[in-house]
């Protein structure tokens, strides 16, 4: 059996019809960017986030670097962000002339280990970035406080977490403000690049809004240098055809991810990223920990069954970071994780049949 490790074509194909119908319009109104598509998709996608304002930007990296300019940071400054994330957590802080200040990650859930800020925090401190790693919220509560007593912002990045909520709150309203990515294979997907950034702060929101349209305040009027990262009308127009129909494919990734866990429980050698019992996980990746990785990810390759790593290398060891000058040792919990983690396929379209056969040639494995 042929099992992909993401479905993109199903989650195209799903929605052609309605596609078709808005670019027809689209092309027919000539209206390509920042137009009411725009503005319709960032109040639905603010209503789904449980926040005031959602402003659409052109990818997950851009809104990074633009929620992290608009809460503060300037070139000089230090952003603390995990080792253990996809690498434009940390690039977003070097594109604006700041630098990533990484700490280890928890060994359960991957996540940022709230215990490792205080020996990371410095007086340049501008921001701390959480990320909801695999779709699963950080643990919020012990990082705000952290933060609040020193007031420094806490921008969450959420491209991997689409819908996902922390003790009842969606992520994307936890913190100053949030990056979301659109990315084709994210839990809400464009069809190319998008992203956005959430906030209930209308300061920060009119502040991206501006900067991602090159700092106009009025037609070729610029307040600032700014970027040109605008979400097109095409996407937000694709996004709003697929956003309402995000809660029910959500909740196909985690009856997936039940099966999963339910199967792995009790074999040797493997150990799913544990669940919090205080988040709704949404699932974007589902990853284990294997003892023996490679004869795993080799067996499931013979059998038909695409598999990752998220991620193999942590942020401190990757050459384009060595001039921080980080050395193996430094994140152990990291370094530990990138040698074992697999991410087994995971999308809205897996059935408990594709679930079984994934653990059924695991097991055949490990026994
Ligand atoms: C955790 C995380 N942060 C940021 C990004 C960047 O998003 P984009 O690819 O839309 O720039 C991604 C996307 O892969 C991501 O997974």
């Known amino acids: 059996m042929k099992i992909p490790f993401v479905d993109l074509k199903s989650q195209g194909v799903e929605y052609l019809e309605p596609f078709e119908c808005v670019l027809r319009s689209i092309v027919e109104r000539a209206a390509y960017t920042l137009g009411p598509e725009v503005a319709e998709f960032e109040s639905a996608f603010a209503l789904m986030c449980g926040c005031h304002h959602a402003v659409g930007v052109s990818s997950g990296t851009d809104a990074l670097a633009l929620a992290y300019l608009a809460v503060g940071v300037r070139p000089g400054d230090e952003v603390i962000v995990p080792a253990n994330t996809f690498i434009a957590t940390a690039e977003a802080v070097s594109h604006i002339g700041a630098t990533p200040v990484f700490v280890d990650c928890l060994k359960d859930t991957a996540n940022l280990d709230p215990a490792m800020l205080a020996a990371a925090c410095t007086g340049r401190t501008r921001a701390i970035v959480p990320v909801h790693l695999y779709g699963q919220p950080a643990d919020m509560d012990p990082i705000l406080a952290f933060a609040a007593e020193r007031g420094i912002p806490v ?87 697929k956003l309402p129909h995000l809660a029910e494919a959500n909740e196909s990734r985690r009856r997936a991810a039940a099966h999963y866990d339910r199967l792995l429980a009790g074999v040797p050698g493997i150990e799913p990223i544990r669940t919090r019992s205080d988040v709704g996980h949404v ?30 290398v942590p942020l401190h060891l990757t050459p384009a970071y060595r001039a921080l000058g980080h050395a193996t040792g430094d994140f152990p919990v990291a370094e530990r994780l990138a040698g074992r983690i697999l991410s087994l396929p995971m999308h809205p379209y897996l059935t408990e049949a594709h679930v079984e056969y994934v653990v059924g040639v695991i097991r055949a494995t490990l026994a």
């Open 283 to 312: 699932h974007h990746l589902y990853v284990v920990q294997v003892d023996d990785r490679n004869a795993v990810r080799s067996a499931l390759d013979s059998a038909g069954v695409e598999s990752g790593i998220h991620y193999p």
């Open 155 to 241: 921008v969450e990045d959420a491209c991997q977490a689409h819908g996902a909520t922390y003790h009842g709150r969606p992520v994307g309203s936890l913190g100053a403000a949030a990056a979301f990515s659109f990315y084709p294979g994210k839990n809400l997907g464009a069809l190319g690049d998008g992203g956005a950034v959430t906030t209930n702060d209308p300061a920060i929101a009119d502040h991206v809004a501006l900067l991602r349209n090159h700092g106009q305040s009025d037609k070729y009027t610029h307040a600032e240098i700014g970027y040109c990262d605008r979400l097109h009308n095409l996407q937000a127009a694709f996004l709003a055809v």
